[in-house]
């Protein structure tokens, strides 16, 4: 295998794991973190202060989330634009599953940039609050941006369990790989009802 097609390959080993981890476990723990806003203002400020708090959070946040996203994100763009597609010729199940994915990964990319932007880079110095959140979802564009980011970034991760799993040789029959589609699509449906509760929580 020449050195170039080597690295890529590897590349993309790299790219896909991440997607599970460290990236995809963040994001449960991003949903269970926000799950406290189910409890009020109260225990949501204070699982915040707890966090910020720590010694440890900034590096966390930027070597072992920031990176690996960043990492992912900027592959992820080389493999979108490199890549094709034939869903419209041929519209398999797997084709127009690629094409969501690639799609809701572009998504995925502005919506946690700018709400990284809106909820960490735009505190700096100081804790956001139950409060701050709310008053940065009144607007409706803002909510159905939300809707649309989680919705997108819960799509990437739960297919891309499928995508992962193909890529290294995990799944190989088609009865394997219907099994995980069916699980990844119930996990779908879980996470996103989760995630638009959190949501609704908020506003």
Known sequence: MPVE???????RRFHSLFGIF????????????NSFAFQGAGKFNGLVETFQGMWATPFLEVG??????????????????????NFISYSYYR???????????????????????????NFIGKNI???????????????WFYVVGI?????????GICTILMTWGITVSQRSQKV?????????????????LILKAFV
């Open 5 to 11: 097609k080597h690295n890529y390959f590897w590349l």
């Open 22 to 33: 460290p990236i995809g476990i963040f994001l449960l723990e991003h949903f269970f973190s």
């Open 64 to 85: 072992l989330i920031g990176l690996p996203i960043l990492f992912h994100a900027v592959f992820g763009l080389v493999i979108a634009y490199t890549g094709s597609n």
């Open 95 to 121: 084709n127009w599953m690629y094409f969501f994915q690639r799609a809701t990964g572009l998504m995925a990319i502005v919506f946690i940039f700018l709400h990284v932007y809106a909820t960490r880079l």
């Open 129 to 143: 609050t139950y409060n701050d959140v709310h008053l940065m979802l009144q607007p409706t564009w803002v909510k």
């Open 151 to 159: 919705l997108s970034a819960v799509y990437h991760f739960t297919n």
């Open 180 to 196: 995980v589609a069916l699980a990844s699509w119930a996990v779908f449906a879980g996470m996103s009802a989760w995630g638009l």
